[in-house]
């Protein structure tokens, strides 16, 4: 009983000096989710370089933007994307009131969460499921759906919400990066509709920083009331070259940071690392199957190869999601 | 020589005092150079409301978005569009190095000054001139070329640079919004790209607050280097229907005011009078022959018909620039 007590009273003490330490740490020292490591070094001397000012690598503030990926670079994205996972909850959700599905075998496979049948109807099948569930309504009302889905749909095999699934160590890079007069833009491939509706809470991004693949919207007139109605047709797909292109029309200015983790943001780092001055480069890799999921080159999510490959060439930096990273997601 | 020594010293005086008189009312009163009238109310009233803390039509900072057209409604715009003028410049500086354009009536007729064979070549000949003028290079080269032109080029009657003839009570308001937290988006049919590059030091607004037209831009390597070149297809037409398009799609959030001058601003007041909570939607209207130009239902630039017609319908607010603006530019 005594032992017991001792050692009960031991671990409260050493929480509390753990409550008190990591409060410390969160005022103190920036980024206390990364391990010191060649990742954490890096960002610390660019941060201090471009902020120094008289020194010559400064930035005014205006001209430090920094852009990030987001499936798989601030957000859990294995082992499906999330937004596949949004679209086949929700053609479930209103299949009922489209009997004409069932006779279409991709649409049908969708419904009864064929994934086999799904996997094999290759990019167009997705297409045709992300249309008919991402369509036909409002700008207004998707926003309303996707809000639904992401304050209560769980992942797959974590069991937890999406937004418990965003990394803590990027989360306290973008909130770094703004305490030093950075204005950080989310640049994915997913729907840009898709994340707007929390990012500004997740992420401290507001919507007007977010930049996605969209789809055409036309302005109508309902009852007297104007509605920009989502259509059917895909407006700009956001990945790869799209990355600079979106870049440049959004923002017209070059971010000098960029962070992602797949081959389709290297255009991005490319378009990021050219401009002149100083510039940061990195692109997370998922090396820990233990607390997230590893997979690279072989993956059919977040695919990594020329990212690998010309990392050193290119200047790209590597993050060891493993060894850098002391924790993946906020505890539960 | 009494006489004119007492004449220049009470010159001096009321100059003195006039200065004095000024700085005191730009700190203390906004928006000067907006005569008491409706308008300046409707602006301080619909600002009082909308921050006041605690009532019933308080907005947070972070929803105080505010839309502007550039054309016609923060600068000149008669008697032709300033993007116009540019391209005609251009091509003349260019033709040297494109004889073959001799053969062509429309860019001859560009090149030779022939406004009358221009006119008549209608929207398909324009679309050709500016193809010629703004693609073709890369993103870079083109805000360098537009720089060139806007710090250099005079408007052809008043003979001032463009950006002197941005109007001073549209820059009051811009400031005035800004120091109530919101946040201020040009929303323009011209061309993105031809406005950014000076937006920041004339108007306050940074390019990322910029939306207009814009053509399609591909990703390419040159030797190495990654570059953005504009090519001769539109990518997004920023008029009537493609302003709420464009808002929703650049910045997400519907904006609680703002102002055009023409009818291709219309649909852009509706669909921001038609949000939740207290809205402002407001119509420059080109009232002053004497001191600008005077013009509206018949014109062929800022062709205000619906707008004025609707006004009262859709609670559109006219500004009397006549009337109500006691300055229109700044004094040389």
Known sequence: MKQLYSYITKTCIAAALGVVASVAIAQDEPLPSWNDGPSKTAILEFVAAVTEEGGSDFVPEMDRIATYDNDGTLWVEAPIYTQILFALDRIKEIAADHPEWQDDPVLKAAIDGDMETIAKSGEKGVAQILAVTHTGMTTDE?????????????????DRLYTDLTYQPMKELLAYLRENGFKNYIVSGGGVDFMRPWTQEIYGIPPEQVIGSSVVTKFEMRDGTPVLVREPELFFYDDK??????????????????????????????????????????????????????????SHVGTLVDGLDNAEAEGWLLIDMKSEWNTVFTEE
Request: avoid cysteine; glycine fraction near 10%; charge should be negative.
């Open 142 to 158: 998707f926003a309303q759906i996707a809000t639904d889905w992401i304050t209560t749909a769980k992942h797959p095999t974590m």
């Open 241 to 298: 070259e799209g990355k600079p292109v979106a870049i440049q029309k959004f923002i017209g200015k070059r971010p000098i940071a960029s962070f992602g983790n797949s081959d389709g943001d290297l255009q991005m780092l490319q378009w990021t690392l050219a401009g002149e001055g100083r510039r940061l480069g990195m692109i997370v890799h998922h090396t820990d199957e233990e607390r997230e999921f590893a997979y690279d080159r072989d």
